[in-house]
């Protein structure tokens, strides 16, 4: 760890916090897209390597499409702890804390990240996994690391359109949590990250 990594995390809350405070949320997924562009083409702590970097050309992203943005008050659920093993971060402990609907695509799990100082964790994995996304799935919150689009005491901002890649995406020297079986939906989601054609840089 460093402090290279430590800048990479408060601007990513940056990012985030600008895009919360900007009242049109697709003004606001712009500035998130063209700094989280300029993080992967600069920052140190990209996981992109140099060579990578040098060839980058942006992140390939699907249009803004205002309705897969959701605010919806988090349901209760049955509480459900998964203990995920990672390479580099040991055991990471996630309860499941309620559910959210996603309009017409579904109800996904919400977890707790269990790890010091804990967080708000949503991934998912919809049906372009594999194809035009990550296998693994995507991330649409991960307010350890200030991936948060805000909301209020009993409900959360969920925009599809911000859903982004883990760093184990580009480089398998990070390891990431995937999304469990409650956070897995059927349908392609066209929106948020997507993967380049023909592979990566």
């Not at 996981?47 to 060839?55: C, F, M, N, S, T």
């Not at 609907?101 to 996994?129: C, E, K, M």
């Amino acid at each position: 760890m460093s402090l290279t990594l430590l800048d990479w995390r408060r601007r990513v809350a940056g990012l985030y916090g600008a895009a919360r405070s900007t009242p049109d949320a697709e003004t606001g997924w712009r500035l998130w897209r063209d700094g989280r562009d300029d993080l992967f083409a600069t920052h140190p702590d990209s996981p992109l390597d140099e060579a990578a970097r040098a060839a980058f050309r942006g992140l390939p992203f699907a249009p803004y499409d205002p309705a897969l943005r959701f605010e919806m008050p988090l349901e209760p659920a049955a509480p459900q702890r998964l203990e995920v093993p990672t390479a580099t971060d040991g055991v990471v402990p996630l309860d499941r804390i309620g559910t959210v609907a996603l309009g017409d695509l579904g109800r996904i799990d919400v977890w707790w990240l269990g790890s010091y100082g804990g967080g708000v964790f949503l991934p998912l994995r919809d049906g372009s996994a594999g194809q035009g996304t990550y296998g693994g799935g995507r991330y649409l919150l991960d307010t350890v690391k200030g991936a948060d689009l805000g909301g209020d005491a009993g409900r959360l901002v969920v925009d599809l359109n911000f859903a982004y890649h883990p760093s184990c995406t580009y480089d398998p020297r990070w390891s990431c949590p995937l999304a469990p079986e409650g956070n897995r939906i059927e349908a392609p989601v066209a929106a948020g990250e997507q993967l380049p054609p023909g592979g990566w840089y």
